[in-house]
């Protein structure tokens, strides 16, 4: 396989969101782990954990949000099951439980979460080489931020049209250095804190904060990826045990992230100022020596060009699941003049960041959370014992090419009780107040209504009428 491989790697990949082929089935667990380990050692992780001390929240409380935040990738882990079991990717696989056309909606969504998650890395990788720059002398400018948007954007899209077989490449190498960096730089920290600070934080409200600040991260992190679990196991050999890609998964997304935002919670000591800047990235380089920070950065650049691939190359395969007739490479380019866009409107626009970062965040965590509830029960109930059927997810035969309304309506359920709660930024719920005033804890109900009413509706229906 090795020399088949390496000549591939550089080749434009064309699979689209057809059934994989057995030949192509070769993956390995440990390309799992490079993969979701490279997509979420982005400096973005210390941002998140500045974000949770935002929450009043102490130390050993934040490093708590962390942890339980970040455990939301077990959803990843499942949704990566299913495309290893039904070999296409995951909003494909979708058509199985909301039908051909349901699934337009949840899908359509996706693309829009995806395009967003494109936008937030585009501009974060944009505003990293900007403070590489810095670091080495220049002066900050618009020029300079939209050269530096010109040289991220086009590196993004070209490795995005090559493909799997050049991500995973990519994603070995940046994760062994970048993590190696980041490893140094987090010791760096650790022995550059005021712990007397940083141990005097008060203890906020565990219900006010501590679970906004987990709902938060969840919704940046495990539930916002869920959308992708099976995008990319779906090239994992039938052999490999589901025990061994769940661990890859969430292991590959936990450990880069919890380093991360505990350096995060630690500088928060040292700048303040850090969920408020518009430019957080160019002030975390402030707090790190020259020597230091010139290769964080770079090698940070890099490992953020993996993370952009990752949501340019799934939003891409979305498009192709809503049925736009395109081949993956110019789909994936046609999203990238879409995101590019916002990425202008944000730097040289808005020039605001982290604003509409959580507003985001919060927003999609109230649709995408519903959908990897039902999602995932129609998985363990049905689709893990009797696998998915491959003439019905491409309505070769006519059938399950219509809408399956229950579902479709235990998901829109979930998602009206979330904003109904929630203050988005772009939708004010009317009964966001009490517990739920200035939180996000509507993910933990959008999640739970839909969960809960989807699986009475599995439970109660005899089997030859769920499975498709």
Not at 108 to 118: I, P
Not at 459 to 464: H, I, S, V
Request: proline fraction near 4%.
């Amino acid at each position: 396989m090795g020399e088949t491989q390496q000549n591939k790697t550089w080749q434009v990949e064309n699979t689209g969101i057809d059934i994989v082929p057995a030949a192509q089935r070769t993956g390995k667990p440990l390309e799992l782990f490079w993969i979701w380990c490279a997509a979420n050692i982005g400096i973005l992780g210390i941002v998140y954990g500045a974000i949770i001390v935002s929450f009043g929240l102490s130390f050993i409380q934040s490093l708590l949000a962390a942890i339980v935040g970040v455990a939301s990738f077990a959803l990843v882990g499942y949704t990566s099951f299913a495309g290893q079991t039904g070999r296409t990717a995951t909003l494909t696989l979708s058509r199985a439980v909301f039908g051909l056309k349901g699934n337009i909606a949840p899908t359509a969504f996706g693309w829009f979460t995806l395009m967003g998650w494109e936008a937030v890395n585009l501009t974060t990788g944009t505003l990293t080489l900007v403070a590489l720059f810095e670091a080495i002398g220049f002066t900050s400018s618009t020029t300079l931020t939209a050269i530096c948007l010109i040289l991220f954007g086009g590196l993004t899209i070209v490795v995005s049209i090559l493909g799997q077989n050049t991500l995973i490449l990519m994603q070995s190498w940046i994760t062994k250095i970048f993590g190696t960096m980041t490893l140094i730089v987090v010791a760096y920290i650790l022995f550059n804190t005021p712990w007397n600070v940083v141990l005097a934080l008060p203890s906020g409200n565990w219900l006010t904060g501590f679970l906004p600040a987990v709902s938060v991260i969840a919704a940046g992190t495990g539930v916002g990826w869920a959308i992708a679990g099976a995008d990319y196991s779906r090239y994992q050999s039938p052999t490999t045990t589901r025990g061994s890609v769940f661990f890859a998964v969430v292991g590959g997304s936990a450990l880069p992230l919890i380093l991360l935002m505990l350096a995060g919670i630690l500088l928060s000591a040292q700048l303040p100022e850090l969920t408020s800047s518009a430019n957080p990235i160019a002030l975390i380089g402030t707090v790190l020596p020259t020597w230091m920070a010139v290769p964080y950065l770079l090698t940070a650049t890099a490992g953020i060009v993996t993370i952009a691939v990752l949501s340019l190359y799934s939003a891409s395969l979305n498009l192709l699941a809503i049925g736009v007739k395109l081949r993956q490479s110019v789909a994936v380019s046609l999203d990238a003049v879409l995101v590019v866009g916002v990425a202008v409107y944000v730097l040289f626009v808005s020039q605001d960041f982290l604003s509409p970062f959580i507003a985001f965040l919060i927003f999609c965590g109230l649709f995408l959370g519903p959908w990897s509830a039902v999602f995932i029960l129609d998985y363990i109930y049905l689709r893990q014992r009797h696998g998915y059927n491959n003439d019905a997810l491409f309505a070769i035969n006519g059938k399950n090419n219509g809408v399956r309304w229950v579902p479709l309506l235990c998901w829109l359920l979930g998602a009206f009780a979330g904003l109904m709660v929630t203050k988005t930024g772009f939708i004010d719920g009317p009964w966001a107040t009490g517990i739920f005033e200035n939180s996000s804890l509507g993910l933990f109900l959008s999640f739970g209504i839909s969960g809960v009413t989807y699986g009475l509706y599995v439970m109660l229906q005899p089997k030859e009428n769920t499975h498709a």
